[in-house]
């Protein structure tokens, strides 16, 4: 049981880790709104979503979507075109201290559907997760592979808590809101950086 817990602990926090449109989003939410509890739409949803692919990764859904080429294409090519958009909007952003419309344009149904956007609709995420999850959850069975589901979870929610306090943490202490325009600037580039990845990874596939 033991091994297990590690195992799911491991992997979970390898997948989520690197700096991705995901992360971006939640710690950028968490600087940009007036209060931490205002950020918790984006914090939920994402943290709901990982919830979603990890538990059909788990029951083997995964198995099956990955079989189908024409899934990953249209995956793929919503997740380039989504990419583009979200970078252009994180472009133009500005923080709070310069802005404070259009950081309370951020409305909890807003921050519902961008987070469900950047969780379902980055491919590389998806697949990532589904792929290599679902794949490890294959050599454990009953209550094993619950709680190898359950701990992978249990990761998802703390991190993309904890990237909430650490972007309202991030977002009290720089009153010039260069900090923040800064994050906003690499966070774009991020974006269109995964939106070029997936463009040649479809090309060459």
């Known amino acids: 049981m033991i091994s297990v817990l590690l195992h799911g602990f491991i992997l979970a926090l390898g997948l989520i880790l690197p700096l991705g449109v995901q992360n971006v989003f939640v710690f950028n ?5 007036s ?8 914090i939920i949803t994402a943290s709901l979503c990982d919830t979603l692919l990890i538990s ?11 079989e189908y080429e024409w899934i990953r294409t249209v995956l793929f090519l919503l997740g380039i075109c989504f990419l583009v958009y979200m970078g252009m909007v994180t472009w133009k952003s500005k923080p709070p201290g310069q802005a404070q ?3 309370r344009s951020f409305t909890p149904k807003r921050q519902i559907v961008f987070a469900m956007s950047v969780s379902l609709l980055n491919p590389h995420a998806v697949l990532d997760t589904m792929g290599v999850i679902g794949t490890s959850s294959l050599q454990y069975t009953g209550m094993d592979k619950v709680t190898f589901a359950v701990v992978c979870i249990a990761v998802s929610w703390l991190w ?3 990237l909430g306090i650490a972007g309202r943490a991030a977002g009290r202490m720089d009153a010039s809101g260069k900090l923040l325009s800064a994050l906003n600037r690499i966070s774009a580039l991020i974006m269109w950086g995964t939106a070029g990845y ?3 990874s479809l090309i060459l596939s």
């Open 198 to 200: 997936l463009g040649v």
């Open 29 to 33: 939410q968490g600087a940009v709104q």
């Open 101 to 103: 419309e259009e950081a």
């Open 56 to 66: 059909l990764a788990a029951l083997g859904v995964s198995v099956v979507v990955l």
């Open 160 to 162: 993309f808590l904890g």
């Open 35 to 42: 209060r931490f509890v205002n950020a918790l739409p984006a």
